[in-house]
């Protein structure tokens, strides 16, 4: 198995324009995260879809943050408008709900706003 | 809520001498834990995870851990620090429903 699948790997962009990452989970896994990662504020957990349906949102920062996941392979966390603050690390992890074990995580899109 | 606290955001050790990493959990069920660790530049990566079966939890490079409900504990350790140790290491506890909790990270420095 690839593992779980991040792109980009490095995003770089100018302050407001829009940014999506994209993960592709772990083939027969059916819960995914999104975490950010800062210096500050170490490791955050963004949202959670169990089954592709969202069940907790309480981490994303603000309404700039959406996350979506149309189907069980597939997820995508957007930023829009970006802010220089939003410069961080956002890894995926994805992990099957039936055997509460470990999450897998992805390489990790490094994205920088200036 | 569940919650993590890990003592010391940095620890530095000698080669070959004992690494004690420390972790303590809050949970309203008992929960499932687990040790991850960080190369720079990378994902995380499992070295060991504790689900309710043996307390003492053998994982990756030498690593172990002993779960203490008692003190509410998941400390890592390994006999015999190596370079290749020299990582940042995340515990993490997870509840019902998959949510997995990270504490704040502690780097490991290895000195030769």
């Known amino acids: 198995d690839a593992g779980v699948i991040q792109s980009p790997r490095h995003e770089v962009t100018e302050m407001g324009q829009e940014v999506t990452l994209r993960c592709k989970p772990i083939?027969?896994?059916?819960?995914l995260f999104w975490y950010r990662q800062t210096m500050m504020r170490g490791l955050e957990l963004l949202i959670y879809?169990?089954?592709?349906?969202?069940?907790?949102d309480s981490g994303m920062p603000e309404d700039r943050f959406s996350a979506k996941m149309p189907n069980a392979s597939f997820s995508t966390l957007k930023i829009q408008p970006s802010e220089p603050r939003d410069s961080a690390v956002y890894f995926c992890?994805?992990?099957?709900?039936?055997?509460?074990?470990?999450?897998?995580f992805g390489q990790g899109t490094r994205l920088t706003v200036v | 809520a569940q919650s993590v606290t890990q003592l010391g955001s940095h620890v530095s050790v000698s080669e070959g001498a004992l690494v004690l990493l420390r972790c303590n959990y809050s949970?309203?069920?008992?929960?499932?834990l687990f040790w991850y660790v960080q190369y720079p530049n990378q994902g995380l990566q499992l070295l060991l995870k504790?689900?309710?079966?043996?307390?003492l939890v053998k994982g990756i490079n030498g690593f172990e851990a002993e779960f203490k409900k008692s003190e509410t504990s998941f400390h890592l350790t390994k006999p015999s620090a190596h370079m290749s140790d020299a990582a940042e290491y995340f515990c993490?506890?997870?509840?019902?429903?998959?949510?997995?909790?990270f504490g704040a990270g502690t780097i490991l420095r290895v000195k030769s």
């Open positions: 992890a994805s992990t099957r709900l039936d055997r509460r074990t470990e999450a897998f």
């Open positions: 504790y689900t309710s079966a043996a307390t």
């Open positions: 083939s027969g896994h059916n819960s």
């Open positions: 993490a506890v997870a509840e019902y429903g998959n949510k997995l909790v």
């Open positions: 949970s309203s069920v008992p929960p499932y």
């Open positions: 879809f169990n089954n592709n349906v969202p069940i907790d």
